[in-house]
């Protein structure tokens, strides 16, 4: 018997070694989950939703190592290290074999179920007690008190005045903790499979770059070249960035020039003098007088002679150019 159990353990382990084989060379794309608070209800619901688009693989970590290891020596293919240094914990591997990584991570952390607290855990997210009835007896106000959870008694049960931060995201959860979430029966947390890293090719990135979209990235980059932009219009330095500045600088003090000389030899000058020279000639806007009224029969004051208007700056150009000529 004892010959027989043996001879099925290692018929296992060769045929798990042959698939685990076979998927390391056939699949470069790789991510790595933990599966901390997973139940096996969870884990074959996650495996029918991937059929198609990835192979979920679970085993120990030791074999799993001694397997890329072997890998690594036999066909010197050094980039599957990256991927050992990754099994560590408990974790499994999702090799993609079809489909967008980020929808293939979607669908692995839907799946999540709700937990009660354990107590000597890390609280997964912040917990809050809202304020309302809990159907408990006054004798368990001494319960509250000791939690400093202002209560009252409303119609012979207690009542939770306000809402109260019971445990802070990563906070040990303890006894006292567990005991008032078990008479409120409440299950504050929700635990599900968690994409940790992603191996591809023999690259490493955390799976939070699978949220930057196209939009972000191209945002980026031009705030990095707004900023290179800015420092070399700054310290003097020409480049291909800075040229269309430094031309369109010098063609407004060509203009100005022109501007204040009166003198144009190219056209854009030209058209701006023109319109400087409308600008002057241009009659003054006139009110009308209102005539017939009790007013009329008053001696009229001798008219003050009018003040001639200061004349415009002559470089005072300010929006004219911009909008004849553009930027």
């Known amino acids: 018997m004892a010959d027989t159990a043996g001879a099925k353990r290692r018929a296992r382990k060769a045929n798990y070694r042959t698939k685990f084989e076979a998927l390391l060379k056939e699949y470069k794309d790789v991510m790595v989950i933990g599966i901390d608070n997973v139940g096996s209800l969870q884990m074959q619901k996650v495996r029918m939703a991937l059929r198609g688009k ?13 397997i890329i290891k072997d890998i690594v020596e036999n066909t010197k293919n050094e980039k ?23 929808e293939i ?9 709700p937990a009660a607290a354990k107590s000597g855990t890390d609280a997964p997210s912040d917990v809050w007690i809202q304020p309302g009835p809990t159907g408990l007896d006054p004798g368990q106000t001494g319960f509250f008190q000791a939690l400093n959870i202002p209560t009252k008694i409303v119609k012979g049960a207690i009542e939770i005045q306000n809402p109260v931060s019971l445990i802070k995201k990563g906070g040990k959860v303890t006894s006292s903790h567990v005991a ?11 635990y599900g499979i968690k994409v ?47 040229i269309p500045h ?9 203009m100005s020039l022109a501007l204040q000389s009166g003198n144009a030899n190219f056209k854009q000058a030209e058209l701006l003098l023109k319109a ?5 000639s241009a009659p003054a806007p006139t009110t009308a007088k209102p005539t017939g009224g009790k007013d009329d029969k008053k001696p009229k004051e001798a008219e003050k002679p009018k003040e001639e208007a200061p004349a415009a700056e002559e470089d005072d150009f300010g929006g004219g150019m911009g909008g004849l000529f553009g930027d």
């Open 276 to 280: 400087a020279e409308s600008a002057k």
């Open 180 to 190: 008032l979430l078990s008479k409120l029966d409440l299950k504050p947390f929700f």
């Open 80 to 102: 599957l290290e990256a991927l050992s240094e990754l099994i560590r914990g408990n974790v499994g591997l999702v090799f993609l074999t079809a489909g967008d990584p980020r």
């Open 196 to 242: 940790n890293d992603i191996y591809e090719n023999g690259s490493v990135y955390p799976a939070a770059v699978l949220d930057i979209a196209p939009e972000d990235v191209v945002k980026k980059f031009m705030n990095g070249v707004s900023q290179i932009t800015a420092l070399s219009l700054r310290i003097g330095l020409p480049s291909v960035l800075t």
């Open 54 to 66: 990835a192979v979920l693989v679970m085993g120990k970590n030791t074999l799993m190592r001694k």
């Open 246 to 254: 430094s031309i369109g600088g010098a063609f407004r003090k060509l």
């Open 105 to 113: 991570r979607n669908t692995i952390v839907q799946f999540k179920v």
